[in-house]
T-cell receptor, first 111, second 116 residues
Framework: DAGITQSPRHKVTETGTPVTLRCHQT?????MYWYRQDPGHGLRLIHY???????DKGEVSDGYSVSRSKTEDFLLTLESATSSQTSVYFC??????????FGSGTRLTVV | AQKVTQAQTEISVVEKEDVTLDCVYE???????LFWYKQPPSGELVFLIR??????QNEISGRYSWNFQKSTSSFNFTITASQVVDSAVYFC?????????????FGRGTSLIVHP
């Protein structure tokens, strides 16, 4: 009954290549978020969306872009992957103004 | 600006001990929500509780309890009679009750290790 899925779950890519991570929801929630999780830093917001085609930057947005052409999909693109972008990426959705549901995460390794 | 501080990076206890995870927050908003999430070794983030700022009643759910004190800007989480399955990273989070696209701010997490 996941309601939110992330793909891929794992990815290894080379430095300099573009990478796109996908977040798909079936809850019709308005708000979607991309976080990265790194040891010692907790969860840091990369980008978020408050509707179709409405997105904005978070605290660690450099090197990342997002798109939301449909309510259900929120894509995160690393334009030219670097080793510092090796991380676990989480997508979250929120629709009831109160709670957040997280995807299972994508473990990205940039070599 | 919002800030959430979880000063305890790692806590290690022996099974059946009680343990309290601290969460201190800063916000200029008069109304806001506080959350706790659990991240077990499997990696997923599991919602535990949401508390709004105008309800300071403490909450208990089984072995879990939460103490919200607006006067000290704290929202502490206590696990009674800890078990090995409680081993996880626990995150405290804060978000305004209105505006700002409801963006939550997370603390850096506290890693709880429960030894058998």
């Amino acid at each position: 009954d996941a309601g939110i899925t992330q793909s891929p779950r794992h990815k290894v890519t080379e430095t300099g290549t573009p990478v796109t991570l996908r977040c798909h929801q079936t809850e019709n929630h308005r708000y979607m978020y991309w976080y990265r999780q790194d040891p010692g830093h907790g969860l840091r917001l990369i980008h978020y969306s408050y509707g179709v085609k409405d997105t904005d930057k978070g605290e660690v947005s450099d090197g990342y872009s997002v798109s939301r052409s449909k309510t259900e999909d929120f894509l995160l693109t690393l334009e030219s992957a670097t080793s510092s972008q090796t991380s676990v990426y989480f997508c979250a959705i929120s629709g009831d103004r109160y709670g957040y549901t997280f995807g299972s995460g994508t473990r990205l390794t940039v070599v | 600006a919002q800030k959430v501080t979880q000063a305890q990076t790692e806590i290690s206890v022996v099974e059946k001990e009680d343990v309290t995870l601290d969460c201190v927050y800063e916000t200029r908003d008069t109304t806001y929500y506080l959350f706790w999430y659990k991240q077990p070794p499997s990696g997923e983030l599991v919602f535990l509780i949401r508390r709004n700022s105008f309800d300071e009643q403490n909450e208990i759910s089984g072995r879990y309890s939460w103490n919200f004190q607006k006067s000290t800007s704290s929202f502490n989480f206590t696990i009674t009679a800890s078990q090995v399955v409680d081993s996880a990273v626990y995150f405290c989070a804060l978000r305004p009750a209105s505006g700002g696209s409801y963006i939550p701010t997370f603390g850096r997490g506290t890693s709880l290790i429960v030894h058998p």
